[in-house]
């Protein structure tokens, strides 16, 4: 375990990066630790002081700021208010206008941050853009910004972007202060037998209102979440705008992100052959349209591996986890990698015990007892021990990835004239 001394060392050194680590990876023990969590706390006044005196293009400063901002919005290590306060504004001074604007608008009241919110109303006028704001703007809810932007706002794990039913509501009240509240609204579609699921009432929300409304709903709801997920939020503001999405680097044209499914691979490295096998099937599901996460296509030495695991295992939309005696052994001890991506995946799985839709199983090596943890026993696999029937196991695997079973189940008819 870090002691508060390394700490103070790395403060003394001015080497900020492997602070910022130590923030994340020991984090449990800072929050456990008196002295750790003195020394964490006194390292985050003296990094906001010292950074004041850094010019703006130096070297790496923008990265630590944006990492130690995303350590307190992950709930890692929480800031106190004022050195939120500090971070922010220092982290709005080095950013371009139009990015700086998100920042400062968590302090509108602060001065330095009324600027560069006036500053950049100012810009937009110029560009005269405000100038369009009482001419009558039309605005059609397509599906695919309706689906970018549900999926933009239902990452439950991330408080800053996920919108709940009431925080939803609360946003289009913001807007629109006459609208139902949350539980106004929820009564009103029980009364009316509509479906109360988050997203397709969401829909019904921003279909039924005014064109002009709408817009400024969804702006302000990319305006709230840009800071976090920049990228979402530009490719949906394209497509308000009426633009082209942004090709791939490779010049091809750009598939739809919301059709192409990201799978997370979890496995153990058990000796060079199995380690071979899992690459092939990787690359296999790659060719298949598949956005796969490989430890072996992204970790470099030196890599953050908890980091890793962690804000993957949540951006894919499978888990392949492949079973195998060892991974069974090093599950069951938590030992490694494995043990680590089988801890956060245990604690999913016992959540939604009833209703498994992220896990697929898959039986490698070994007998069910001998390869898959006791908890997991319970999960229907595929077995991928024969490689001789390896086609008809791949067949399945890719199916259950784009939900399209071989068996349907069938449409009911009508009762037939008797």
């Known amino acids: 375990m870090i002691n508060q001394e390394d ?12 602070i910022l680590n130590i923030l994340y990876s020991e984090r449990e023990n800072i929050k456990n630790d008196t002295l750790l969590t003195f020394a964490s706390n006194t390292f985050v006044s003296e990094f906001l002081q010292k950074v004041k005196q850094y010019s703006i293009d130096h070297n790496d400063t923008l990265d630590h700021l944006i990492t130690l901002n995303v350590l307190h919005h992950g709930r890692f290590y929480i800031l ?9 504004k220092e982290i709005a001074r080095r950013k371009p206008l139009d990015e700086a604007v998100n920042y400062a608008k968590n302090y509108p009241d602060d001065d330095f941050c009324k600027k560069i919110i006036s500053n950049y109303k100012l ?13 009558e703007k039309r605005m059609t809810l397509s ?7 549900f999926e933009l706002i239902n990452n439950q794990a991330d408080t800053s972007t996920y919108f709940s039913g009431p925080r939803f509501i609360d946003t289009v009240r913001y807007i629109s202060p006459y609208f139902p509240t949350y539980s106004q ?5 029980n009364e009316e037998g509509k479906s109360t699921s988050r997203k397709i009432f969401y829909y019904d929300i921003l279909k039924e209102l005014d064109e002009e409304i709408r817009l400024r709903v969804i702006k302000r709801i990319l305006e709230i979440t840009k800071p976090f997920e920049p990228t979402k939020v530009k490719q949906i503001e394209h497509l308000l705008d009426g633009k082209p999405l942004q090709k791939l680097n490779s010049g091809e044209q750009q598939k739809d992100n919301l059709t192409r499914p990201i799978v997370f691979i979890s496995y153990s490295w058990d000796d060079d052959e199995h380690k071979e096998w899992v690459l092939k099937l990787a690359n296999r599901l ?9 430890d072996r296509f992204y970790l470099k030495p030196g890599a953050n591996l908890q980091h890793f695991v962690e804000n993957n295992l949540e951006r894919a939309h499978r888990v392949i986890i492949i079973f195998t005696p060892n991974y069974k052994l090093k599950a069951d001890k938590r030992t490694g990698g494995v043990g680590y991506e089988y801890s956060i ?5 016992y959540n939604n015990m009833t209703k498994n839709e992220k896990f697929i199983p898959l039986l490698r090596k070994g007998s069910m007892t001998e390869s898959i943890p006791t908890f997991m026993q319970q999960f229907i696999h595929i077995d991928i021990t024969n490689d001789e029937n390896v086609e008809n196991s791949y067949n399945d695997l890719v199916r259950e990835i784009y939900n399209e079973p071989e068996i349907k189940i069938p449409d009911i008819g009508t009762k037939p004239v008797l």
């Open 7 to 18: 700490l103070y060392k790395y403060l003394l050194n001015e080497n900020w990066k492997e």
């Open 80 to 88: 106190q208010e004022e050195q939120h306060k500090k971070l922010i």
């Open 123 to 135: 810009s937009q006028i110029r560009k005269g853009i405000l100038q369009e704001k009482n001419k």
């Open 143 to 149: 599906t695919e910004i309706f689906n970018r932007l």
């Open 185 to 189: 609204y929820i009564e009103k579609r």
């Open 286 to 294: 790659s060719s298949d349209g598949v956005e796969v996460i490989l």
């Open 345 to 349: 995946m245990n604690v999913e799985l």
